[in-house]
């Protein structure tokens, strides 16, 4: 609870999915002081509004959310933008906070940033063993250089910035728009509709023996958190559940969980991304004692019970 008293935060990002409960999560550790830029006020890929964010708010302590980011679909159809957006946001904001001398700068990175044929489970020193899988690899580039910039500005400057890769988020509040929601959304809305219109099957991409690690909201800000008040070290560290379950059984789990009753179809002519993912969770267990809590199938009851309610 000491930690956060009389700092002021920024939350790049904070009114976003992420953002909303580390925010809420902040205010329940006794941070007072909390800003969250709006974009009509701070675009974060403009130099000049980053440098007034900064002399207007003098934080003690950034953490940086924001990005440009989308599913498969996304990626593949605005690579330039989820480039230049993303890395532009964190050179500037991690450059300015070295020179307002901001304590801490939290980087928040992606599972993306792991090169497409990491070994499973994806250890944080095999970040470097090769180039990220195709569909999304200008996002995880642009992303993977805050680790490049914050361990270059720890070795010249002494300053201290983090960087966590957190993997595939879900839950509450997640973002189900059909042209830049990721898997679980992206299903959840599909089978719901597809239930209400009558439809009898649901498309789904791929083949459905891609695999992937999902972790809950709320656990993953815990985990954010946590590195923010305990970790002060160079490494990247993973955030994850340390669970793999492929994309074939979470469709026919969500599905089951919106009741419908209709067949999957699977479109074999769209990309179903990296074979697998699945994190090694342990370094961020031994640093700073993050574990996830949310049992898997709790949390997706929970995000599609959140969809249901407030979509119709």
Request: glycine share 10%; aromatic share 12%; charged share 25%.
């Amino acid at each position: 609870m000491n930690f956060y008293k009389n700092k002021k935060i920024v939350v790049t990002g904070g009114a976003g999915f992420l953002g909303q409960v580390v925010v809420w999560k902040l205010k329940e550790r006794g941070a007072e002081n909390i800003f969250v830029p709006r974009r009509k006020e701070y675009d974060l890929t403009d130099r000049d509004a980053v440098d007034r964010l900064y002399e207007e708010k003098r934080p003690d302590l950034v953490v940086h959310l924001a990005a440009e980011v989308g599913g498969i679909g996304a990626n593949m159809k605005y690579p330039g933008k989820y480039f230049y957006d993303n890395l532009i946001m964190g050179v500037q904001l991690l450059e300015y906070a070295r020179r307002y001398q901001v304590g801490k700068f939290v980087a928040i990175g992606t599972i993306c940033a792991y090169p497409g044929s990491t070994p499973v489970p994806f250890k944080e020193d095999d970040l470097w063993i090769g180039y990220p899988e195709v569909t999304n690899a200008p996002y995880g580039l642009a992303k993977k250089m805050m680790l490049v910039q914050a361990q270059a500005y720890r070795e010249q400057y002494g300053y201290n910035a983090i960087f966590l890769l957190p993997v595939n988020l879900y839950g509450p509040g997640d973002n189900f728009d059909p042209e830049t929601s990721h898997v679980i959304p992206a299903l959840i809305r599909r089978c719901v509709e597809a239930r209400r219109n009558g439809d009898e099957t649901v498309s789904v991409w791929g083949d459905g023996t891609a695999t992937r690690e999902f972790l809950y909201v709320d656990d993953a800000a815990e985990g954010i958190l946590a590195a923010t008040e305990s970790y002060n070290g160079a490494g990247p560290v993973n955030l994850g559940s340390g669970m793999e379950i492929s994309i074939k059984d979470l469709a026919e789990k969500i599905a089951r969980f919106c009741g419908f009753d209709g067949g999957l179809e699977w479109d074999t002519d769209k990309p179903g991304g990296q074979p697998r993912r699945c994190l090694d969770v342990s370094r961020a267990k031994e640093l700073f004692g993050f574990q996830a809590r949310m049992d898997f199938d709790s949390g997706l009851k929970k995000t599609a019970a959140w969809f249901e309610e407030n979509y119709f």
